[in-house]
């Protein structure tokens, strides 16, 4: 079995990023510019949005961040979002999610630039990933493309199982497996709520990517020896012997599971690092496509 390490695949590629831009910076040219808004005081984003600025710090980005209290209105959002359309200082931008109730997430998203869409969820961008344009990739299934390219991991003419079909992982996930690419060229079946024989179908597959959001949801018995497993699942479970009293659990059921697979990826350590690490990749390359360069 071995561990699929996102710490130290993440920290290499920010590493050749930090590169490129000293050399970009060294030349005369400014170094990228990354904003992120954030809405209200959600645990999990404001950690998900620091370790952001802090990726930035590492790959010599300019990052800025913009708070709005819970009770913003949706006319108000949407007026920044304009404002950082037209700024030309401004390579990217995303807007934390999840937003509160009184906020259409589907309007803030259609909103944003798509030459500014560095989390790749606007429609043109999804447009173009789904016929292989080129575009801006949605963060987290780019980072397990990246992940796979890596460990060179064979998924040609192999089976991958996504479970979950969310526009954020699910959905782009399988359309990225399934491209002519390397990594890439696999037969993709997409499990959800509605599918009546999930395990059977897991047990069938070479690659199996859970984004359900379901803690210990893969067990042992719906997974083939030498099978890879690729865990997005960050769910806060309740430990009374962290300080913090929870810890992260994965869709993966990881000490029952890693045993028979040939790949595995950890929960905390494994996709998430290489989900903002995406974001640093988007970003460096919106810079290059931005046509103001002082």
């Given at each position: 079995?071995?561990?699929?390490?996102?710490?130290?695949?993440?920290?290499?590629?920010?590493?050749?990023?930090?590169?490129?831009?000293?050399?970009?910076?060294?030349?005369?040219?400014?170094?990228?510019?990354?904003?992120a808004i954030l809405v209200g005081h959600d645990g999990g984003s404001e950690t998900y949005v620091a370790n952001k600025v802090k990726a930035?710090?590492?790959?010599?980005?300019?990052?800025?961040?913009?708070?709005?209290?819970?009770?913003?209105?949706?006319?108000?959002?949407?007026?920044?979002?304009?404002?950082?359309?037209?700024?030309?200082?401004?390579?990217?931008?995303?807007?934390?999610?999840?937003?509160?109730?009184?906020?259409?997430?589907?309007?803030?998203?259609?909103?944003?630039?798509?030459?500014?869409?560095?989390?790749?969820?606007?429609?043109?961008?999804?447009?173009?990933?789904?016929?292989?344009?080129?575009?801006?990739?949605?963060?987290?299934?780019?980072?397990?493309?990246?992940?796979?390219?890596?460990?060179?991991?064979?998924?040609?003419?192999?089976?991958?199982?996504?479970?979950?079909?969310?526009?954020?992982?699910?959905?782009?996930?399988?359309?990225?497996?399934?491209?002519?690419?390397?990594?890439?060229?696999?037969?993709?079946?997409?499990?959800?709520?509605?599918?009546?024989?999930?395990?059977?179908?897991?047990?069938?597959?070479?690659?199996?990517?859970?984004?359900?959001?379901?803690?210990?949801?893969?067990?042992?018995?719906?997974?083939?020896?030498g099978a890879t497993i690729i865990d997005v699942g960050t769910t806060r479970v309740p430990d009374a012997t962290r300080a913090r009293g929870?810890?992260?659990?994965?869709?993966?059921?990881?000490?029952?599971?890693?045993?028979?697979?040939?790949?595995?990826?950890?929960?905390?350590?494994?996709?998430?690092?290489?989900?903002?690490?995406?974001?640093?990749?988007?970003?460096l390359k919106a810079r290059k496509q931005n046509p103001y360069k002082s």
């Open positions: 079995m071995t561990l699929i390490d996102g710490k130290k695949t993440a920290t290499d590629i920010k590493k050749n990023i930090a590169e490129e831009v000293r050399q970009m910076v060294a030349e005369g040219n400014r170094a990228p510019h990354l904003v930035c710090e590492e790959c010599g980005f300019k990052s800025t961040l913009i708070r709005f209290e819970d009770d913003v209105t949706e006319e108000r959002l949407l007026e920044e979002i304009h404002r950082l359309n037209e700024d030309d200082t401004v390579d990217g931008f995303i807007v934390q999610l999840p937003l509160p109730r009184h906020i259409n997430e589907e309007l803030i998203t259609q909103a944003i630039d798509p030459s500014k869409d560095v989390d790749g969820f606007h429609p043109v961008n999804v447009g173009r990933m789904s016929i292989g344009l080129d575009c801006f990739l949605p963060a987290t299934p780019a980072g397990i493309m990246e992940l796979l390219k890596y460990y060179d991991i064979p998924t040609k003419g192999k089976h991958a199982v996504v479970l979950g079909r969310s526009n954020i992982v699910g959905k782009p996930m399988a359309a990225l497996l399934m491209q002519k690419s390397n990594p890439g060229n696999c037969t993709v079946t997409v499990c959800h709520s509605a599918t009546p024989n999930i395990k059977e179908i897991c047990r069938e597959a070479d690659i199996i990517v859970a984004a359900l959001g379901q803690p210990g949801f893969v067990t042992a018995d719906m997974v083939k020896p929870w810890r992260l659990r994965g869709d993966v059921d990881f000490d029952n599971v890693a045993e028979l697979c040939e790949y595995i990826t950890p929960v905390p350590g494994g996709v998430g690092p290489m989900t903002i690490c995406s974001l640093m990749i988007n970003t």
